[in-house]
């Protein structure tokens, strides 16, 4: 069912107030889809992300309760996120290829520093690597969309391989640790440490929220620069923190 075809059927079923909020909050789908879509691979289509996001938000419109104390816009993202993250729990989106390059970049980054005491830089890991530099950026470009905390990171050796952070997993939720004070500490003392572009494109991504190609422009790199420098922060950071990733 497309995205217009399923707000026309909401329309014909729902009352007018909930068809209200549905109309007015339609862009934060889009707004939601597009800025996820910049941490996961060309594979996912980010239209795919928008209908089910669209299905969020009509379930959010149903269900949400005016006298709860929260805001209608909080309530639905909460939903319009939850739904496009059930839609990719159903697909492998990262190649395992790609999830092994980036351990054995974690590793590498976590001896370069040890040997240096400061951050090596792209020349140094890719040297280290036995790769020519434009090959080691490739492989980093290749894991666009792998992520500081992965189910996996929680898991018995031998259990599900099958995917990363959008795993369903009863037994151990990543959102627990970033929770946790410790780890929140470490975290930024961490992002403290990056080279000063890796540590201004993090902040663009996460606390400005802009997408790869509007942080590409602040930078003047292309946006599959922005994918290698993001995933290159990534590995820095899960070796800081690889006491709390077993």
């Known amino acids: 069912m497309s995205a217009h075809r399923a707000l026309s059927l909401y329309r014909n079923t729902q009352n007018s107030s909930e068809d209200d909020r549905v109309e007015k909050h339609a862009p934060l789908v889009r707004k939601i889809a597009y800025h996820m879509i910049s941490k996961l691979p060309a594979s996912v289509d980010v239209d795919d992300l928008i209908q089910v996001g669209l299905i969020g938000l009509m379930e959010a419109a149903r269900n949400f309760d005016p006298d709860a104390g929260v805001q209608f816009e909080t309530f639905a993202s909460q939903r319009i996120r939850g739904s496009m993250l059930d839609e990719l729990r159903n697909a492998d989106w990262l190649p395992r290829q790609a999830r092994r390059n980036m351990r054995e970049i974690e590793r590498t980054v976590v001896q370069l520093e ?67 004070d410790r780890f929140r500490s470490q975290l930024i003392a961490g992002i403290d440490l990056l080279p000063e572009r890796e540590k201004l494109l993090m902040a663009l991504y996460y606390d400005e929220e802009l997408n790869l190609k509007e942080i590409g422009a602040v930078l003047g790199v292309s946006e599959s620069r922005v994918c290698q420098l993001h995933s290159q922060a990534i590995a820095r950071l899960r070796g800081k923190l690889k006491d709390w990733l077993g």
């Not at 090596?120 to 492989?139: D, T």
């Not at 018995?156 to 959008?166: A, H, K, M, S, T």
């Open 114 to 180: 040890q040997t240096l005491s400061r951050a090596p830089s792209e020349g140094e890991v890719a040297e280290k690597m036995n790769l020519p530099l434009a090959e080691y950026q490739e492989m980093l470009g290749d894991a666009r969309g792998h992520q500081l905390l992965h189910y996996e990171d929680f898991e018995q050796d031998g259990e599900n391989d099958q995917l990363d952070q959008y795993a369903a997993d009863s037994s151990a939720n990543p959102a627990e640790v970033f929770s946790d």
